[in-house]
């Protein structure tokens, strides 16, 4: 059964740090491109970051770029969000994504994805 678990989501004051966790189960997870979206209230789910499965590639929404971090370990099954300078518009349910197996580019298209979290919270305060 395939599993995504994404944890380290939280409260934080605007200029802090928070790094997030997805832990993959069920598949082959070295071999699946992975990525992050995100949903504010009131909005549609939009693209973060994505890292291709070998993590030589990578791509990163321009709101975030310069601040957030993907990648990932292989070996434990886990792809990472760092993000630094939080700001109260990155306020969102932040939610892992897995699509594979060996696609050969990174993607920021939803519906390519297979499977999904169940998202963690991210509250930045002004």
């Known amino acids: 059964q395939v599993r995504l678990g994404e944890s380290g989501g939280g409260l934080v004051q605007a200029g802090d740090s928070l790094r997030l966790s997805c832990a993959a189960s069920?598949?082959?997870?070295?071999?699946?491109?992975m990525a992050w979206f995100r949903q504010a209230p009131g909005k549609e789910r939009e693209f973060v970051a994505s890292?291709?499965?070998?993590?030589?590639?990578?791509d990163y929404a321009a709101s975030v770029k310069g601040r957030f971090t993907i990648s990932r370990d292989n070996a434990k099954n886990i792809v990472y969000l760092q993000m630094n300078s939080l700001k109260p518009e990155d306020t969102a349910v932040y939610y892992c994504?897995?699509?594979?197996?060996?696609?050969?580019?990174?993607?920021?298209?939803?519906?390519?994805?297979?499977?999904w979290g169940q998202g963690t919270q991210v509250t930045v305060s002004s």
């Open positions: 994504a897995a699509d594979g197996p060996f696609k050969r580019r990174v993607s920021n298209i939803q519906n390519e994805y297979d499977y």
């Open positions: 069920g598949f082959t997870f070295s071999s699946y491109r």
């Open positions: 890292i291709s499965w070998s993590a030589t590639s990578t």
